[in-house]
Structure formats: C-alpha cells, structure tokens
C-alpha cells in the first residue's frame, strides 16, 4: 500500500495556520499514555480520544477529547486537530477507525483492528498467513450455534472455551474438562459466539513484535519470553539464548507474514505458545494478534536504541523505519494493583527507595490513582551488562515488591 499524499507527517512543524503538527490516539490507557512520551519526545503535538477524564494518556496529551469511540462529534473534533491517527487498544469500533479514514490516514486501518477483535476471524488469517512459515494455530471450533456444541470432536477436550470477542488478560475464558463443563460455561458466557480450543502442553510462550509501513517495509524486535500468571502477563525476559535459535527465527518470520497478508501498517504484535512435542525446542504454535505496541515489548523503551512507541510514531507518520537494536538484556515485570496491598490486604506503598537503589532499574508507573489487584498500574524493566546480573537485580527486585512468578524468570 503506498501512503496517503498527506504523509509524511514532519515532527516539530506547523502550517500557515501555525497549526502544531499533530498525532492522535484512540484509547486513554497506559499503551496511549507511552505513544504520547515516544511523539512528543519527537516534537509531535498529540490528542487523545478517550471518555475517561482521568485517562492517563488524556492526562499527559495537548488535547484529551472526552468522548465515546463511536461518537460522531469526538471523532469529528480528533480529525479537525490530527494528521494521522492509531489506537492503543483493539475493542476500538472499527467503524470508528472507517470514520476517521475519511479524513486523516489511519494506521492500524480499520480491517487489520476487525480481524484482531475476533477470534474466530483472526485464526482464519493465521491459518491463511502464519501457515507460511511452518506455524499453526491451536486445535479448535468455533461455537455459534447448539448444533456446533454438539458437533464438538472429543480431541479438543479438556479444552478452554474462549468468547470470540472482548476477551483480555484472561476474561472471557474458562477452563473445560468435558461436554457437560463445555455445555455450562457457554451458557455461563451468555451463548455470545466462542471458539474452543485444545488445552495444549505448554514449555513457554512467547510474542514478537514488528513494525510495517505505509511502503511493506518491516522491521522486528527479538522474540521475547513472557510467563503469565492467572492468565495476566507477569514476567517477560529478552536476552540471546531466551528461546531456542530456530524457534526465534520461525516465530519472526511467522509475525513478518502475519503483517504482510494483511498488508498491515504500524505495529503488530503475535503471541505463542511453544508446546512440548516430544522434540528438544518444542513447537511453536501462534495464539492471538495484537494491533498495536504490546505489554511484552515495554522493555524495549530502556534496553532497545527505538521502542515500540517510537516505531508507532514513525509508521504511522510515514518516516522511516530503523531495525531497532537490543543493547542491554533485559527482564520486565509487571506492576500489578496487588503490589499496592500486604498479605492482609491492607493498603500500602511499594517500597521505591529499596527498588530504585537497584542497578538498571527502570521504574514505570502509568498515573492511575486507585490500585486494584490484577489492575496494571505500572512495569519495572531491569537492564545491566549480562543476563547473570539482570536476573539477579530482577530476582531482587520480586523479593522487595513480593512479586509471584518470578522464580521461572530464573
Ligand atoms: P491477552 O491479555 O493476551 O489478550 P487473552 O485474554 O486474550 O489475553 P489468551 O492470550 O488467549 O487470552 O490466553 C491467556 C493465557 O492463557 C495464555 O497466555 C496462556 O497462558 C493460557 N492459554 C490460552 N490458551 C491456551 C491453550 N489453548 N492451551 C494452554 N494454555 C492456554
Ligand atoms: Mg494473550
């Protein structure tokens, strides 16, 4: 796809009017709040669209346009100010996305974020797409009608009944041993469309994030190692020898065609199950995608000479794309709302001073004022000179926050 006239938009410029060049973002959460740091940095002004007066991306952004994503007078007030739009979270209307193309170019387009938003599409173009490279998606169904509940195989059982639309970090799913579980969680899940797939034996996952523009020119960052707790990323490790060579080449070159089957344009993230098949490496199997920078490649701000929001700013600006280089290993941990608690629940501040003293600890907190458990409120990315001293500061740094999981980050 070649890009629009209006591209590409200089940073740091304004026109006759003495109009700012400015970027926008759909969504106020903490993935818009970093594009805002990464385009402003550039010299960008920025607007954010997001209902929430409190948003932390509204909070920091030149303009925060407080309306729902699907109000025509918002979208109409975010185009008369931007000359190029992204969002920072797939549930976006891809209507909206339509909408707002009219105007100004949008990247991710509009029918990149609809196959996102579904499950049951997006597996068609894995299948389509990632299929190149050797890589399948997990053993599954798709159940809209009773019919297709009854017609279920037995092989996809036990299994985790998952609702095609609106899931995150773990919501909309549930764990499945047999027909009968099967028959009550869909009816528990309100009979919406779902697909069910095959609980698979997993060694490790995985995500790999690129970057496309307006040109099919693309670039990748290395697969990165994530460990989920309760379903919610908890730890994502980034380093050579992270994962076995041959996975890490496949897992690329699976998200490289991903992108360019659907000629995407900004970034994209894929995750990955790695199973256990019998053989030493495992094999790599493509979970979901996301449209946009990714909780996995956060560490890419402090341990990469271009993040992921810098490589968002560039797509959908139109300006070049450098091959981002990893200088430092790299270990993130999440900062979920429990850190905010002690073991009897009680309210209390995570201990900064004793984090902050450690080396190369880089401490993100998003700006949201109430601390819920499982909430996101902030990460801690741990860089230094080897991947023995990473994983010590980072085994340190769990100790202090009394972080679950930590102990698989080695
Ligand atoms: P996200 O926040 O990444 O969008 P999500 O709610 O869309 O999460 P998934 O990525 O589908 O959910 O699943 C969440 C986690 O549940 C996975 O990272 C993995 O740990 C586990 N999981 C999901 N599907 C399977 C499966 N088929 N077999 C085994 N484990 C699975
Ligand atoms: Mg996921």
């Known amino acids: 796809m070649s890009a629009p006239a209006s591209l590409p938009v200089f940073p740091g410029t304004f026109d006759a009017a003495g109009r700012p060049a400015t970027l926008g973002v759909m969504g106020g959460g903490q993935l818009g709040r970093m594009f805002v740091h990464a385009a402003q940095r550039l010299g960008y002004f920025t607007a954010v669209l997001d209902p929430d007066q409190q948003s932390p991306a509204g909070r920091v952004s030149h303009h925060h346009i407080a309306f729902a994503y699907g109000d025509a007078q918002g979208l109409a007030q975010l185009a008369a100010v931007c000359a190029a739009v992204t969002t920072e979270f797939e549930n976006v209307p891809a209507s909206a996305l339509q909408t707002l193309a009219g105007s100004c170019p949008v990247a991710p387009g509009a029918a990149a974020v609809a196959i996102a938003q579904d499950r049951i599409q997006e597996k068609s173009h894995f299948t389509a797409s990632a299929g190149v490279a050797g890589v399948t998606c997990a053993p599954y169904a798709v159940i809209e009608t009773p019919d297709q509940l009854k017609a279920v195989p037995a092989n996809l059982l036990p299994g985790i009944l998952k609702t095609a639309r609106m899931g995150y970090d773990g919501k909309g799913q549930m764990r499945v041993k047999d027909r009968n579980e099967l028959a009550a969680a869909w009816a528990e899940l309100e009979h919406v469309a779902c697909v069910l797939e095959k609980m698979l034996p997993l060694k490790a996952e995985c995500s790999v994030i690129v970057a496309r523009g307006w040109d099919g020119a693309i670039v990748a960052f290395p697969p990165q190692r994530n460990l989920h707790v309760d379903g919610i990323l908890a730890v994502t490790e980034v380093y050579e020898g992270n994962m076995p060579p041959a996975l890490a080449a496949r897992a690329q070159a699976a998200t490289k065609a991903i992108a360019h089957h659907i000629g995407y344009v900004g970034v994209l993230c894929v995750e990955f199950f790695v199973i256990d098949d019998g053989s030493a ?79 190369g600890a880089h401490l993100h907190l998003y700006g949201k004022s109430e601390a819920r458990p499982g909430r996101k409120m902030g990460h801690l990315t741990i860089t230094g000179h080897d991947v023995a001293g990473v994983r010590a500061t980072a085994r340190q740094a769990a100790s202090i926050l009394g972080l679950p999981g930590i102990k698989d980050a080695g």
């Open 281 to 359: 490496d495992g094999a790599l199997v493509v979970n979901e995608m996301a449209p946009r920078p990714h909780n996995s490649g956060h560490y890419t701000m402090d341990a990469c000479d271009v993040s992921q929001f810098d490589l968002q700013v560039h797509a959908m600006a139109g300006l070049p794309l450098p091959a981002p280089r990893q200088h430092s290993p790299a270990i993130m941990l999440n900062l979920l709302g429990d850190v905010w608690f002690d073991a009897a629940g009680n309210a209390r501040t995570p201990d900064w001073q004793a984090v902050l003293a450690l080396p």
